[in-house]
């Protein structure tokens, strides 16, 4: 008992060093083939099913290849289209709110400074501290939208190895799975399969729940906003839903601070419609988010909020992609034997 206790420790210890320098360092280097990779097992029922129409399977992964790049550049052109046309009605209607916007920014101001001055010095120069923090976002926000723009070069080149790579695995996908499965011991082959099977599942499956939630999230966002009469509702929830996918950022960057707009230019109604809002989405989509995510990856939803937790704490805002799929990778480690425990090797 203790042997399989310390071998169990052993190989778990030695399976969490390798996803953390797997993670940290090669996904980021090889982030191309990593995503092709991916992309591919998403792409690989579409693929078998033309196949089966009597199409090759070269011509096959490219017809899905181009399917998936062309319904991409759709959602990009429409969502391009139409927040184009939102964000020029309202650049055309700013003349009439700047006057309220700077009295409201003046109030904000002057409140603050007045409470300040009325706190203890501890409290006071944290409530400093966090402004500086606030004020240090902002300004990367507006200086980030030149690195922004340096980085269409990069983020192209990425689009474009992306997609080369899914092609080539797609195609070839037989082949490798020969040479891969030539590295492995015939009495291991089994093992080697399921491991494919599940964490590369696993991987689609959190693929498809971060779009649901991503979806959801949207769709509850522009709902709420169109009934409670907000102007630019497709464009705002659009971008509340990508927000939605940075954690250290998220939503609360546009609802707190037009939260307190509305509260001090006199709309206390709009602000608590907002504010419920806020909070109804925020709510709903960290019950969705545990319960898609272990449902998709096959996890409990307790195992899933751990992860999630770990996986933030150790790899920062990245680990909520990263924290499931380490889960998923060591659950399927269990399974096949490589982490030994009690009941089978």
């Known amino acids: 008992m203790k042997l399989v206790t310390r071998r169990t420790i052993f190989h778990s210890a030695l399976l969490m060093v390798c996803l ?5 360092f090669l996904v980021p280097a090889l982030l191309p083939l990593v995503l092709g990779v991916i992309l591919a ?53 700013l003349p009439k709110h700047r006057d309220e916007f700077n009295r409201v920014v003046a109030q904000i101001v ?12 501890p409290i006071a120069r ?75 599942g696993g991987v689609a499956g959190f693929i498809r729940a971060q779009l649901a939630l991503v979806l959801l999230t949207m769709m509850v966002n522009v709902i709420g906003l169109t009934l409670m009469g907000i102007n630019y509702a497709v464009a705002v929830g659009l971008l509340l ?8 950022v998220g939503p609360g960057l546009v609802y707190v601070p037009w939260i307190l707009y509305h509260v001090l230019s006199g709309s206390p109604g ?23 995510v272990g449902r998709e990856m096959g996890l409990h939803p307790l195992v899933t909020l751990t992860s999630l937790y770990i996986g933030f704490r150790i790899f920062g805002p990245m680990g909520l992609v990263y924290g499931p799929l380490s889960a998923i990778i060591i659950k399927t480690m269990w399974l096949v034997g490589f982490i030994p425990h009690e009941g089978g090797d």
């Open 20 to 24: 953390w320098v797997f993670f940290k």
């Open 41 to 93: 097992f998403v792409l690989e029922p579409l693929v078998r099913y033309l196949s089966g129409l009597g199409i090759g399977r070269g011509a096959s992964s490219l017809i899905a290849v181009l399917l998936i790049l062309s319904l991409l550049f759709f959602v990009l052109s429409f969502s391009v289209t139409r927040i184009g046309i939102e964000l020029g009605d309202l650049y055309a209607e």
């Open 110 to 121: 002057r409140v603050a400074g007045d409470i300040s001055q009325q706190l203890p010095e």
């Open 126 to 200: 944290a409530l400093q501290d966090q402004w500086n923090r606030l004020a240090d976002l902002l300004a990367a926000l507006v200086t980030g939208a030149g690195g922004l723009v340096k980085g269409v070069p990069r983020f192209s080149a990425l689009t474009v190895f992306t997609f080369f790579s899914a092609y080539f695995v797609l195609r070839d996908r037989e082949s490798i799975e020969a040479f891969l499965g030539s590295l492995v011991p015939s009495e291991s082959k089994n093992s080697f399969q399921r491991m494919e099977t599940d964490i590369l």
């Open 241 to 248: 839903a990508v927000l939605d996918l940075l954690p250290v």
């Open 270 to 292: 709009i602000a608590v419609g907002l504010g419920i809002l806020y909070g109804g989405v925020s709510i709903l989509r960290q019950i969705a988010q545990t319960h898609l």
